[in-house]
């Protein structure tokens, strides 16, 4: 049977500049190529998680201009539910603007508009599906959700930003990567549900109440761009908890996943199928 997942969260539309290096504080860099995807990441792990075969329902908001049907649209065509994207007549829909350079590496800025305008009294009441919720919308709206959902929950504390103890003591499954499990210390591993933390081109570790239990490093790939790769982790990770694959099968799951990510530009178009996820693992 499919995971029923909602997510909660973000809806960008990237306008992504491809350049030879990444520009240092004060420089400017020419000669690049601009693009634009749908993205933000609520958006990204709730359209990774459907391209995995969950069901999927998104919730977050747009603004009532042209970028709102580009933001959605791969998730719109892709079946996912948006009954519950709404409409902010006050705010635009979000924008992303991303420096991504030849070698993968990229550098990003986010205009919130909608998604900083969720406030917690525009959840329509508890979630009873899987929750999967990250850190691009108000704080509050994020632990309102999680504290009041009743199923399982998966945070992805992305972009690093202070939180209550009550979230992280309600998550099933705590995401980080390398500099964010720094900001964050000790305090994810005292929530009772498992910590990844991500690695880059190394892989991921799995703990539980600071003790690893499981390791898995990503298949070897030509790294494109690296945007959308944490995100279709989560998204993997969670899918295949829901699953009810072992600790160390849905590490390496997601390992792939994100590593497949890597190797197509772009956010949301990368986000890979679960037949070309398999078949990497296989080729392996």
């Known amino acids: 049977m499919s995971a029923r997942i909602t997510v909660l969260g973000s809806i960008n539309l990237d306008f992504v500049a491809s350049c030879e290096t990444l520009p240092s504080p004060g420089e400017t ?24 075969g969950a069901k999927v329902t998104l919730i977050g908001r747009v603004g009532d201009d042209p970028f709102a049907g580009e933001a959605l649209a791969l998730l719109k065509a892709g079946g996912a539910d948006l009954t519950h994207v ?38 329509a009441g508890p979630i009873s599906e899987a929750l999967i919720c990250q850190l691009e919308m108000p704080i509050e709206t994020v632990t309102k959700a999680a504290t009041e959902a009743t199923g399982f929950v998966c945070l992805n504390l992305a972009p690093a930003y202070p939180v209550p103890d009550a979230l992280l003591a309600r998550a099933d499954l705590i995401v980080v990567n ?28 799995l703990f539980k109440a600071g003790r690893q239990i499981a ?33 160390a099968d849905a590490l390496a799951f997601a390992c792939a996943t994100g590593a497949l990510t890597c190797t197509v530009a772009g956010a949301q178009p990368s986000l890979p199928h679960r037949a070309a996820v398999e078949a990497l693992m296989a080729r392996a």
Do not use: C, M, W
């Not at 634009?36 to 990204?44: D, V």
């Not at 705010?91 to 305008?117: C, D, F, H, M």
């Open 29 to 52: 860099v020419t000669g690049a190529t601009l693009a634009r995807h749908p993205g933000g990441k609520g958006a990204n792990q709730a359209l990774a998680a459907l391209r995995l």
């Open 215 to 247: 390791a898995a490093t990503p298949p070897s790939v030509e790294v494109v761009d690296t945007t959308g790769a944490g995100d279709s982790f989560v998204a993997a990770l969670t899918v295949a908890l829901l699953e009810g694959q072992p600790p």
């Open 178 to 205: 390398e500099g964010e499990a720094a900001t964050y210390g000790d305090r994810i591993h005292q929530a009772q549900g498992l910590v990844a933390i991500t690695l880059g081109k190394r892989g991921a570790g």
């Open 86 to 123: 709404a409409v902010d007549p006050k705010e635009p829909t979000a924008i992303a603007l991303l420096a991504v350079a030849r070698s993968g590496e990229n550098q990003i800025v986010v205009a919130s508009g909608a998604n900083g305008a969720f406030s917690p009294d525009l959840l």
